[in-house]
Every structure is written in structure tokens, then in C-alpha cells.
């Protein structure tokens, strides 16, 4: 047995839903097609980044047990046009492409010129995949002159863009992970009667549609404050924090948000009183990571690796 082959044995297992017709697409569709290099990780059912850009961004193509959730929840069939708005690397355009036959249609749209053109160059030999670049997505596109089948969000978005609700057909479905970039669910909505009916799906961590936005910026202390804050919410709700820890955090969050936001600070410059900050309170700091680890890792759920042994959500993190 391959290494496909193990892993979709192993989602199986675990109580991931695969139909013969999704399994038969995967087994035939080479991960190594679509990456250069992590193949090993998707095989434990992680996530693989397909590109970066020199400003630290990155995309990836997501973990197997979310590939699976997502074309089983667009419900794919022979002659679809399906919309994909955020590129996976060209891998699920191409698992797409094969399910819904080449009277079917996989139009696939990104903000990116870098992105489209790796996808572009990965699935150049599938004739009825193509590709193009979009901007602004909550724009509709001047090309955009027929009813949507199925439309794919692969990346986080606050709601549906309004031309995209309008375009869909009856029976037709939308999915997307619903949120902002902290939290999101998972939502697939279904016209039915001319109106746009929701189902969550479950709690999900995707990336944004938009590699551009995955580039780390210079952070100020007001919203060092407001993370701090966000993050020792889990915590306390764990109860994985004493009362003397939860009361350094918060002392170092009331000074954070009395320093001065100076973004034209620059974060090598001793002077920069939120470093000073930062340094004096190594240690708390210290001790929220290693908390944050042990939260993060028991919800990080890859139910295809070889050593799980349970399903608890879906979540698409970025490395």
C-alpha cells in the first residue's frame, strides 16, 4: 500500500467521510505535482506551504482531512462549473477538475500574479482548469457572465460578497471559513427558494485568500496589547495559568497600552521602549508561549497522522 493509500486508510479510521469517488481522485493525483518539497508532512495530514514570498508570506495547500471535508461539502458532480477563489497550489483544482469530468469547469481566481502563474504552471496540461487573477473579490469580475454552480473560498473572508450570493443558482453552493483571523467557521450556504440558507460546518484556522496578507508587519504596543489580551483568554479558561502569572500578563498589558505607539520606531533601535518592555518581561513571555504550545498542539487536529487517535476539528494552519 502507497503512502496515499495509508493516509486515506487513516482518515477512514479516524471517522473522516470519503466517498469512492474522492478517494479514487486523490490515489491518482500526486501531491508532488503541486509541491517541491514537505510531501512528508501532508502525509501525516498537515498542511504544506506550495510558495513563499521574500517578505515572509506564504500559501499553502491544506491538510488532507481538509481537502476531503471540502469536496465532500461541495457535493461535486459530472458537468459542474465550480469557482475557486483563493489557489491551494493547483492540487485541489486538480482533485476538482477529475470529479466533475471535462464537460465540467474549474475556474480558479487569486490576488496573486506569483500564485496564479505557479498554479498555472502546475496544471497547465488539465484542460479545463483555468486560471485568473482577481484583485478585489468582493468585486465582481467583468468575465463573470453566468450562474454559479459551486463556489470555493479557500482562504478567510468576514462574509460572501454580495455578486457572488446573487450569482448562485438554486441548489447551488457556497463554502467558505466564516470569520475573522483569529476565529472562523467553517460555513456552507445553499440557495433554496432564492434565499442563501447557512450550516456551520465547525471551528476552522485558515490563512487569508491573499498571500500579500500573510506578510508579517511591524506590530504596535497597542495591538501587542490587544493580542495578549486575546491569548490569555484560553488560558484562564483552562485553567492553565495561576493567579500571580494572570496578574504579570495583565501588568504587562496596562503598560503596553501606555506606551506610545511610534511606528517609525525601528524594531532593531535600543531605544524602542516597547523592546525594553519586551526584554524586561522575557520571562512572562516565556512562560504564555509555553502555555499557548500545549493549548495549540491538543487542538491541532490531523486525524490522518499515523499516531492519532481521535477527530476533534477541522483546522488549516499556516506554518
Known amino acids: 500500500m502507497d503512502e496515499m493509500a495509508e493516509l486515506v486508510a487513516r482518515l477512514r479510521s ?3 467521510e470519503i466517498t469512492a469517488e474522492i ?7 500526486p501531491i508532488g505535482e ?8 501532508f502525509y501525516h495530514d498537515r498542511p504544506v506551504v506550495f510558495l513563499k514570498t521574500k517578505e515572509g ?29 483563493g489557489a491551494k497550489g493547483g492540487y485541489l483544482a486538480s482533485l ?16 496573486s500574479k506569483d500564485v496564479i502563474d505557479y498554479v498555472e504552471k502546475r496544471t497547465e496540461a488539465i484542460t479545463n482548469i483555468s486560471c485568473h487573477l482577481m484583485k478585489d473579490f468582493f468585486r465582481e469580475p467583468i468575465s463573470f457572465g453566468f450562474p454559479l454552480h459551486r463556489v470555493l473560498i479557500t482562504g478567510q ?31 456552507k450556504f445553499e440557495k433554496q427558494s432564492g434565499e442563501l440558507l447557512e450550516t456551520s460546518l465547525g471551528p476552522v484556522m485558515f490563512g487569508p485568500v491573499n498571500i500579500k496578507d500573510s506578510e508579517p508587519e511591524p506590530i504596535s504596543a497597542t495591538e501587542m496589547a490587544d493580542v495578549l489580551n486575546s491569548l490569555i483568554r484560553p488560558l484562564i479558561e483552562y485553567e492553565l495559568l495561576d493567579k500571580s502569572q494572570i496578574e504579570s500578563i495583565q501588568r504587562l498589558v496596562e503598560d503596553l497600552m501606555g506606551t506610545k505607539d511610534n511606528m517609525n520606531y525601528a524594531y532593531s533601535d535600543d531605544d524602542h521602549p516597547m523592546r525594553e518592555l519586551i526584554q ?26 499515523p499516531d492519532a487517535v481521535s477527530y476533534r476539528q477541522h483546522e488549516d494552519f499556516i506554518p
Do not use: C, Y
Open 157 to 187: 473572508i468576514p462574509f460572501i460578497p454580495d455578486w457572488i450570493q446573487s450569482k448562485i443558482e438554486e441548489g447551488g453552493f457556497i463554502t467558505a471559513p466564516i470569520g475573522d483571523e483569529f476565529e472562523q467557521n467553517l460555513t
Open 14 to 16: 479516524a471517522g473522516v
Open 34 to 41: 503541486f509541491v517541491d518539497q514537505g510531501i512528508k508532512a
Open 23 to 29: 478517494e479514487d481522485v486523490m490515489l491518482e493525483t
Open 96 to 111: 476538482v477538475s477529475k470529479l466533475i469530468g471535462q464537460e465540467g469547469q474549474v475556474l480558479v481566481f487569486d490576488p
Open 57 to 85: 508570506g506564504s500559501k499553502t495547500i491544506s491538510a488532507p482531512h481538509m481537502i476531503v471535508t471540502l469536496l465532500h461539502q461541495m457535493e461535486l458532480g459530472p458537468q459542474r462549473n465550480v469557482v475557486i477563489i
Open 280 to 305: 524586561e518581561n522575557e520571562e512572562v513571555f516565556h512562560e504564555l508561549w509555553s502555555k499557548l504550545e500545549f493549548v495549540f498542539e491538543s487542538h491541532l487536529s490531523s486525524p490522518g497522522a
